[in-house]
């Protein structure tokens, strides 16, 4: 349907560019919302500004950076301790804040003494610390500091310390999107390549886009180090700044959220070469698929495989079990961008849940394209929700559960609705497969919490309001209290008490089929193993008979034939042999005597052969004349017959590739690239490979970059095999046919009939 304007909107009618509900046979080349502009006047956003994206998202989680807000003191205090990035230091970046602390006169008189006075304080009172990030506000901005010739003389005059500027005031932006804009490219261009790390593995990447909230880069961490994989640097989860100066030599990017790091990503690239493979970390399904890539660019997929084993036989059994409790149960996501598009087919796919309605605070088309073309038909997509918004939309979709921050969590909490918060975690990590068995633990007992449903009683009956007793401080009567209390605690008893039950009465029909089974499983193993002894040892005589008794007497006969053919050989060689030395005197003369005569009567006849041939070839000519019609109404009558085959065949081959373009535009993520260019690459790129791969042609990889289009070729080439039963059947000029045809379909949805207004930016 076209793009949606709520009931609650109707005073500010823009909002409908910036609201979608997907209908069936719809896709983003017809509506895309708009996104990543300006927030229309008179909606009240949820998002964060420019400074925040810079500081909190992404520099404030480094472990060993000293992060100086240059401007007043609420700047520092706002993006301090509202993130979840513990490290493996001890949280020196979540134990400490500074800021220049800039008052009333130093916003009159200019701030920069004061911040050369609070760089050099701070890294006195932290001598081991020799890094340091320097950040402008607004009101530094506004009045013009000029923060880099500061910094430059701080640096002469301490001598060992390094210091990064970021000049991305809170107004630079229309949202955080823009801060993480200016750190990235900032960061690329004054210090990517200035620090040389030590090299202890073959196999090198850099992980871009992990914050390490709540120990996700820890699960990352330990599943590489299990498949020998060394991480030059972390952009920026549990992160240390020399580590990120030394970037360019990782042979590969692995990029989790590419809406706030992969423009560093594109960068390397373009720069140095180093391929960027955009994974899917949260999600059982995906956790799997992410290691796979990994392994098949390093050529180590067995590593891989052995790591998803380990932890499958760890978590699965538990993901089912919430699986059976959550299926059917509707969710809302409600996040800053990137964790619509993760999430949604995790929570679909892995546990059976319908996602219905999405907002993103900071996204842009490049996210909507993405979580769109993954999400289910009637699911609402928001960009830049209010309040008002997610009231009607709440009303609308009534979910079980709502995956947002702590300011949406408190609003659907008063309409008693479970949240849990999805910038931070409730109990993380959530990446990977024991986190995939985290997020669902947390929904479950959100969904499920006796609170939740004590919330939505109310108590009072048909009761009086209680009254103040007269002493004007709004005080219920003592005995009213009590009774209210009382009330609460019964039914906090009595839902405690069911939970209680229902846990007696699942642990024994969970326990008592393994039981059984056990045994059963392995008694008709026992019991059929002798039968399967005897029948053998019973068996082989009677094979092995018949051939012993049968070689005895073939072999003798054998020897009493030879000889005689040997003989017979001998004597008839002479009898073939005379007649044809006793006849070859008498050929030969009459062969001299008949070759005259042959040539004579061909002499005499050759006249009358031409003039029979004139005779003869009018009425060939006629035979043929006659002839043609017949020949061409034959052509005619088979020629539809062709060309109706070649419409079938060309028609199979399109439904074909439909049912590919479909999976891929649902599970890849390498065709939603920044930009056109590196969408025609990727995708012609992968899918070249993956049709080397699929008909058994040699694959040469010659480059990283084809490493990379390797690496999500193999893994979709797996997936092509395992839900297409039809392509095993095929020819491989088929194969290949459907390919380029899904290439055309792919280039049409995502590039030339885009609604992406960023797609063709000359720059990232």
């Known amino acids: 349907m076209p793009m949606k304007l709520f009931k609650c909107d109707e005073t500010i009618p823009e909002r409908e560019k910036h ?321 619509l598009w993760h999430w949604t087919k995790a929570l679909e796919d892995d546990l059976g849940m319908h996602v219905v309605a999405m907002s993103s605070k900071f996204g842009h088309q490049e996210d909507f394209e993405k979580v769109i073309a993954r999400g289910e038909e009637g699911t609402i997509y928001i960009d830049d929700g209010n309040e008002l918004e997610f009231f009607e939309v709440l009303e609308m979709v009534k979910p079980d559960l709502v995956l947002t921050g702590p300011r949406v969590g408190a609003l659907v909490k008063k309409l008693h609705l479970p949240y849990v918060n999805g910038h931070g975690y409730h109990n993380g990590p959530y990446m990977g497969f024991e986190g995939a068995v985290n997020m669902a633990r947390d929904m479950y007992n959100a969904i499920y919490s006796p609170l939740m449903n004590l919330a939505k009683v109310d108590i009072r009956g048909e009761q009086n309001l209680p009254s103040t007793n007269g002493n004007g401080n709004g005080k219920a009567t003592k005995e009213l209290s009590e009774e209210v209390v009382s009330l609460i605690q019964q039914q906090v008893k009595e839902a405690t008490s069911e939970v209680k039950q229902l846990v007696k009465e699942v642990a024994p029909q969970v326990q008592q089929p393994a039981k059984e089974t056990a045994p059963q499983s392995k008694q008709p193993a026992k019991e059929a193993a002798p039968q399967v002894q005897q029948l053998a040892k019973e068996t082989a005589p009677q094979v092995q008979k018949p051939a012993k008794e049968t070689a005895p007497q073939v072999q003798p006969q054998a020897k009493e034939a030879a000889p005689q053919v040997q003989v017979q050989a001998k004597e008839t060689a002479p009898q073939v042999q005379k007649p044809a030395k006793e006849t070859a005197p008498q050929v030969q003369p009459q062969a001299k005597e008949t070759a005259p005569q042959v040539q004579k009567p061909a002499k005499e006849t050759a006249p009358q052969v031409q003039v029979q041939a004139k005779e003869v070839a009018p009425q060939v000519q006629v035979q043929a004349k006659e002839a043609a019609p017949q020949v061409q109404v034959q052509a005619k009558e088979i020629a539809p017959q062709v060309q109706v085959q070649a419409k079938e065949i060309a028609s199979y081959i399109q439904e074909r590739a439909g049912e590919v373009t479909k999976l891929i535009q649902e599970r890849c993520l390498w065709q939603f690239h920044s930009r056109a260019w590196d969408r025609q690459e990727n995708i012609n790129g992968v899918l070249n490979m993956a049709a080397q791969i699929l008909t058994g042609e040699k694959v040469v990889l010659e480059t990283l970059i084809d490493r990379g289009f390797y690496a999500d070729a193999k893994i979709l080439s797996a997936d092509l095999e395992i839900r297409f039963s039809w392509l095993n059947s095929m020819e491989n000029s088929q194969k290949k046919a459907v390919l380029e045809s899904v290439k055309a379909m792919l280039i049409d949805i995502v590039i030339t009939k885009s609604k992406n207004g960023e797609l063709h930016y000359s720059l990232y």
Not at 72 to 80: F, H, I, K, L, S
């Open 19 to 339: 609201i979608y509900i997907k209908e069936k046979g719809e896709d983003t080349t017809q509506f895309l919302p708009s996104a990543h502009v300006e927030t229309i006047p008179g909606s009240l956003s949820e998002r964060g500004c420019s400074y925040c994206g810079a500081k909190l998202v992404i520099g404030g989680v480094l472990k060993d950076t000293i992060q100086l807000i240059h401007g007043p003191v609420g700047c520092a205090y706002d993006t301090w301790h509202t993130k979840r990035y513990p490290s493996d230091n001890g949280n020196f970046q979540l134990k400490y804040v500074w800021s220049s602390d800039m008052k009333e006169q130093h916003v009159v008189f200019g701030g920069e003494k004061l911040l050369k006075k609070a760089m050099l304080e701070a890294f006195a009172e932290f001598p081991d610390i020799k890094r340091m990030m320097v950040y402008t506000t607004c009101s530094t901005a506004l009045i013009g500091d000029d923060i880099k010739p500061v910094v430059k003389e701080v640096e002469k005059e301490l001598g060992d310390v390094d210091i990064f500027t970021v000049e991305c005031p809170g107004f630079a932006g229309v949202s955080q999107s823009k801060g993480h804009h200016v750190f990235n490219m900032g960061w690329m261009t004054d210090k990517v390549g200035t620090f040389e790390p030590e090299i202890t593995s073959p196999y090198t990447i850099n992980v871009i886009g992990d914050y390490n909230i709540q120990g996700d880069t820890f699960v990352m961490e330990k599943y590489m180090e299990k498949m020998g994989i060394q991480i030059i640097a972390h952009f920026t989860g549990n992160g240390t700044y020399d580590s990120l100066r030394g970037m360019h030599r990782a042979q590969l990017n692995v990029t989790n959220c590419a809406r706030s790091a992969g423009y560093i990503a594109n960068e390397l690239k373009k720069k140095y070469g180093i391929p960027r493979i955009d994974v899917d970390t949260w999600g059982f399904d995906y956790a799997k698929e992410g290691l796979r890539k990994i392994g098949a660019f390093f050529g180590i997929e067995d590593r891989a495989e052995a790591v998803i084993a380990e932890e499958v036989a760890k978590y699965e059994s538990k993901l089912e079990w919430y699986k059976a409790r959550l299926s059917g149960k509707k969710v809302c996501i409600w996040t800053g961008g990137p964790r």
